[in-house]
């Protein structure tokens, strides 16, 4: 007779968005409007979920994208944020690398319009998701 062991569990992720942008840069950070968006494969597989983050005290957004696939172990995924500074409009800039959990990175933008995005390396390219239109001019 063969027994065979329980299936392997995924890990799951420790990091709330919140728990993230204070991890990487401090503060207290609250998800803003219009602020979440699910990372999907083409296949259907939940890669993740970016999110929009705000700092009252600084000014600064924060946007993570928090792993739900493979989380524990190190992938590429990338989180990257554009702002609208008086109409001028600035490059994206990103948080990108191998990770086990998050990626995050932050920018100023009191009173200035942001887009913002998510993705990970999965099947052999990026697959990602975002808000590509400004908003939260906050």
């Given at each position: 007779?063969?027994?065979?062991?329980?299936?392997?569990?995924?890990?799951?992720?420790?990091?709330?968005?919140?728990?993230?942008?204070?991890?990487?840069?401090?503060?207290?950070?609250?998800?803003?409007?219009?602020?979440?968006?699910?990372?999907?494969?083409?296949?259907?597989?939940?890669?993740?979920?970016?999110?929009?983050?705000?700092?009252?005290?600084?000014?600064?957004?924060?946007?993570?994208?928090?792993?739900?696939?493979?989380?524990?172990?190190?992938?590429?995924?990338?989180?990257?944020?554009?702002?609208?500074?008086?109409?001028?409009?600035?490059?994206?800039?990103?948080?990108?690398g191998?990770?086990?959990?998050y990626?995050?990175?932050?920018?100023y933008?009191?009173?200035?319009?942001?887009?913002?995005?998510?993705?990970?390396?999965?099947?052999?390219?990026?697959?990602?998701?975002?808000?590509?239109?400004w908003?939260?001019?906050?």
């Amino acid at each position: 007779m063969t027994t065979f062991g329980s299936p392997a569990h995924a890990a799951t992720n420790p990091y709330t968005p919140a728990e993230a942008c204070n991890a990487d840069f401090g503060g207290s950070w609250t998800q803003v409007s219009d602020g979440h968006r699910s990372i999907i494969a083409d296949d259907g597989t939940d890669l993740g979920d970016v999110y929009l983050m705000y700092n009252n005290a600084t000014g600064y957004n924060c946007v993570t994208m928090i792993k739900v696939r493979a989380a524990g172990t190190a992938t590429s995924i990338r989180a990257s944020i554009k702002v609208d500074v008086e109409g001028t409009t600035r490059e994206w800039v990103s948080d990108s690398g191998s990770y086990k959990y998050y990626a995050a990175i932050q920018r100023y933008a009191r009173d200035m319009c942001v887009q913002y995005a998510g993705a990970a390396l999965y099947g052999g390219y990026w697959q990602g998701n975002g808000r590509y239109t400004w908003g939260n001019c906050i």
